[in-house]
């Protein structure tokens, strides 16, 4: 059971990504995910990990009789379900007994707190309603269990009738819950309203409460941490990693806990794991196969990123004053962005993340930022292509190695019976050697790739390790249809580095091969140097 004392600054985080989370649109998580999933909140030390409901489908069945003989030094795995069915007994409602027999630490169940729900959802009394409450906490405690109530479109229902809303969280203390949570259902509720009612609740409930909040509004971490912050009572936050969650998503615990614990002093997780923050974000976003949001608040790729030419100059001289807490902090880290903004600062301390110092040589910092500004003006963008980037730094600086060069290359595409098939030809000269080409692929650019790599195979075998993994092409201006100019960005990875590389051409097919020959280059340049 939880410690009655509880510590003056510790807030208690729930997560229900695995479930609430689940419940988004684009989301589903297999059985070895949610696994996966519960050792890597574990590891980081959250609280409470929601996993599911074991009376709702056979994969979360599954998952409890897999926990059963699992046991977290962090956390504790809690089960979700809702209070008795209205005409039944707890002690023999089919869902009720599902919880108890999950082997579960922690049972969460919610119940109705609004007079809309009551009467036209569930369709009971207001009374019964009150009794399903309180019968439903009372018999998992009665069963031994520390459990927490979610008050279910709590706020909405204390809009339509305050006094029965509190009604229905003095049911759930009577019963002995360990935790009251108020969940704003809808997500619609503004901050200073919520502040307003939770302020009420806490004169009126003793048991710790918690805060649930959606974020149709666009509020749900503010409301979160408000509440937090101005009312001593709030001792749980529920949400989800990166915000994951039905409709428009639940509260980002990515943007909650680091704002909790650097700027409001609270204990939130073991210390010293805040800094596995970003690492977590992102290891979920793969697991539920979604894209990473760069712009994400601490954990976002580009939270800490600098572009403008004098804003980059004013970092290099005082970080703090451009970044409100040190990337470190969350395990994220600075970035120096290259583009047409830039100034020769920027290129400076780009090069230096690579190795290259430009401390001392003015003339060739100049004539890097011409190339940039002018390489953008025809619709480049380095932001994303950090591998082109560095080999332009180095050929201007004169170090860049010539690993082949082209002569010629040639693409050929064959509607047949079984579908369209690329051929592509590549003649190039390696070490004064003329070697000639053949491949086909899928597409003209697989063709492309398919037929470079047989030409080097035999002079640079390591280049198997090079692996591209994403293709990504842009239209610069519709308006020219067909003869339109375009950007293509290449990302690839050698297992252990991930680097981007970019071409425009009007001719997608020259477009491609500038981006990929980039990037062979520069996957051969750090293989031969690591």
């Known amino acids: 059971m939880i410690d009655k004392k509880l510590a003056e600054n510790k807030v208690y985080i729930f997560d229900t990504t695995l479930r609430d989370g689940a419940q988004s649109a684009n989301i589903s998580f297999s059985l070895q995910d949610k696994l996966m999933l519960i050792e890597k909140f574990n590891d980081i030390g959250i609280d409470y990990i929601e996993v599911g409901f074991p009376a709702s489908n056979p994969k979360d069945e599954e998952l409890f009789n897999i926990l059963k003989n699992k046991k977290f030094n962090k956390s504790k795995i809690v089960a979700f379900g ?18 108890t027999e999950s082997g579960a630490d922690v049972l969460c169940i919610f119940g109705k707190s609004s007079i809309l729900h009551v009467n036209k959802i569930i369709e009971t009394t207001l009374e019964n309603n009150l009794e399903m409450i309180f ?18 479109h709590f706020f909405d229902g ?70 937090v912050e101005s009312i001593p009572e709030v001792k749980m936050v529920q949400g989800t990693i990166n915000g994951y969650g039905e409709r428009c998503g639940n509260a980002d615990l990515c943007q909650i806990i680091p ?48 572009k403008a030419g004098m804003h980059v100059h004013g970092v290099s001289k005082l970080t703090e004053a451009f970044e409100h807490i040190k990337p470190e902090l969350v395990g994220n880290t600075r970035e120096i962005l290259i583009s047409e903004l830039s100034g020769k600062k920027s290129i400076i301390l780009k090069a230096k993340e690579f190795g290259v110092n430009l401390e001392n040589d003015p003339e060739s910092v100049s004539k890097i930022l011409n190339m940039i500004q002018n390489l953008e003006h025809k619709g480049y963008q380095f932001e994303a292509a950090d ?18 060069t082209l002569e010629s290359f040639r693409v050929l595409n064959e509607k047949t019976s079984s579908g369209m098939i690329s051929e592509a030809t590549v003649k190039i000269h390696v070490g004064g050697k003329r070697i000639i080409e053949t ?82 280059v520069y996957g051969l340049m750090h293989i031969e140097n690591s």
């Open 135 to 152: 019968d439903s906490v009372s018999y998992l405690k009665k069963e031994g269990f520390e459990v927490i109530f979610d008050a279910e």
């Open 158 to 227: 204390y809009k339509l009738n305050a006094d029965y809303a509190i009604e229905t969280l003095k049911a759930a203390q009577d019963a002995k819950a360990d935790f009251i949570v108020l969940c704003d259902t809808n997500g619609g509720c503004l901050p200073n309203e919520i502040k307003k009612i939770t302020e009420n609740v806490s004169k009126k409930i003793d048991a710790p409460l918690g805060i649930h909040c959606h974020n149709d509004s666009g509020c749900a971490v503010a409301n979160t941490i408000l509440l």
């Open 259 to 306: 704002n909790l614990e650097i700027k409001l002093g609270k204990k939130c997780l073991p210390d010293g794991n805040l800094k596995h923050l970003t690492n977590l974000s992102r290891f979920v976003a793969e697991i539920a196969n979604q894209a990473v949001l760069g712009n994400q608040p601490f954990v976002g790729k580009y939270a800490f990123t600098h």
């Open 439 to 520: 491949a086909e692929g899928d597409g003209p650019v697989h063709a492309l790739d398919c037929a470079i790599r047989k030409a080097l195979e035999n002079f640079y075998p390591k280049l198997s390790k090079i692996k591209l993994t994403d293709f990504k092409v842009r239209v610069l201006d519709e308006k020219q249809g067909t003869g339109a100019v375009v950007r293509v960005l290449i990302e690839s990875t050698d297992g252990e580095k991930n680097w981007g590389t970019i071409g425009v051409s009007e001719n997608i097919i020259e477009a491609s091969w500038q981006a990929l020959e980039d990037s062979i």
């Open 387 to 404: 591998g082109t980037f560095e080999l332009i730094v180095r050929n201007t600086i004169g170090i860049k190695k010539e690993y082949f």
């Open 82 to 99: 809702r209070t008795k069915y209205k005409n039944t007994k707890a002690s023999k409602d089919e869902n009720l007994k599902a919880l």
